[in-house]
T-cell receptor, first 116, second 117 residues
Framework: AQKITQTQPGMFVQEKEAVTLDCTYD???????LFWYKQPSSGEMIFLIY??????QNATEGRYSLNFQKARKSANLVISASQLGDSAMYFCAMREANSGNTPLVFGKGTRLSVIA | GAVVSQHPSRVICKSGTSVKIECRSLDFQATTMFWYRQFPKQSLMLMATSNEGSKATYEQGVEKDKFLINHASLTLSTLTVTSAHPEDSSFYICSARGDRVGNSPLHFGNGTRLTVT
C-alpha cells in the first residue's frame, strides 16, 4: 500500500495567489514526521517544511504552511503569494519511527506551474 | 550547515563499464546515508541505506552486486554502478541527516544524472 499519496499530478496557479498541494499518508506508527521538498528542473531537493506527529500546531515557514489534519492523515502544503520561481515538482515525504536513521518515503509528487 | 556534496553531477558511460558516484557530507558527520534513484517524471525510490563501517542495507529488488555501496568514513559514501546497462540510466541522489533529532530533514546532494549508451 502507498504510504504517501499525492493525488494531483499537476497544478496551475496564478502568480500572487495561494495554492494547496494535497498529501495523505498511511502509517500505524504513532511517531512520524512529515516533510515537503521542492525539486526544480535542476534536480536538487530543497527542504521546505516539517511537521511532527506530536506537534500541536501547524508548521509554518515563510510563505509555506502545512495544514496538518491528523485524524484524516493529511498534510497539505499551502503556498501563499505564489511566485514564478515556485514552479517545480513538490514531494511530500514521511519518516516513520521519527528518530534514529530511518529514511524518507516519498509520494509521487505534484508539478506546480505558476502562471504570470 | 548540513551540506551534502555529490560528484559527478552528470556522467555518460558506455554499456558494460562501471561508474562511481561520491557523496560527501561537508560540514557534519553522517553515520548513515541514503541512496535514492529517480526515473524521469517519477518519485524518489530508496535504493539502499549506507552505514559507516558496515554493510549497506538494500531495498527489495535492488541488486547489491550491481550497485556497490561503500561507506568507509563518516563523511563519504560511494555508489558504484557495475557493468552499467542502458536501463541503469537514471538520476541518482544521495542524502544524509545532519543530526539524529526527530525533526531534522534529510539533506540531499545535487544528484548524478547517469546516461549509459
Amino acid at each position: 500500500a502507498q504510504k504517501i499519496t499525492q493525488t494531483q499530478p499537476g497544478m496551475f496557479v496564478q502568480e500572487k495567489e495561494a495554492v494547496t498541494l494535497d498529501c495523505t499518508y498511511d502509517t500505524s506508527d504513532p511517531s512520524y514526521g512529515l516533510f515537503w521538498y521542492k525539486q526544480p528542473s535542476s534536480g536538487e531537493m530543497i527542504f521546505l517544511i516539517y511537521q511532527g506527529s506530536y506537534d500541536q500546531q501547524n508548521a509554518t515557514e515563510g510563505r509555506y504552511s502545512l495544514n496538518f489534519q491528523k485524524a484524516r492523515k493529511s498534510a497539505n502544503l499551502v503556498i501563499s503569494a505564489s511566485q514564478l520561481g515556485d514552479s517545480a515538482m513538490y514531494f511530500c515525504a514521511m519518516r516513520e519511527a521519527n528518530s534514529g536513521n530511518t529514511p524518507l518515503v516519498f509520494g509521487k509528487g505534484t508539478r506546480l506551474s505558476v502562471i504570470a | 550547515g548540513a551540506v551534502v556534496s555529490q560528484h559527478p553531477s552528470r556522467v555518460i558511460c558506455k554499456s558494460g563499464t562501471s561508474v562511481k558516484i561520491e557523496c560527501r557530507s561537508l560540514d557534519f558527520q553522517a553515520t548513515t546515508m541514503f541512496w535514492y534513484r529517480q526515473f524521469p517524471k517519477q518519485s524518489l525510490m530508496l535504493m539502499a541505506t549506507s552505514n559507516e563501517g558496515s554493510k549497506a542495507t538494500y531495498e527489495q529488488g535492488v541488486e547489491k552486486d550491481k550497485f556497490l555501496i561503500n561507506h568507509a568514513s563518516l563523511t563519504l559514501s560511494t555508489l558504484t554502478v557495475t557493468s552499467a546497462h542502458p536501463e541503469d540510466s537514471s538520476f541518482y541522489i544521495c542524502s544524509a541527516r545532519g543530526d539524529r533529532v526527530g525533526n531534522s530533514p534529510l539533506h540531499f546532494g545535487n544528484g548524478t544524472r547517469l546516461t549509459v549508451t
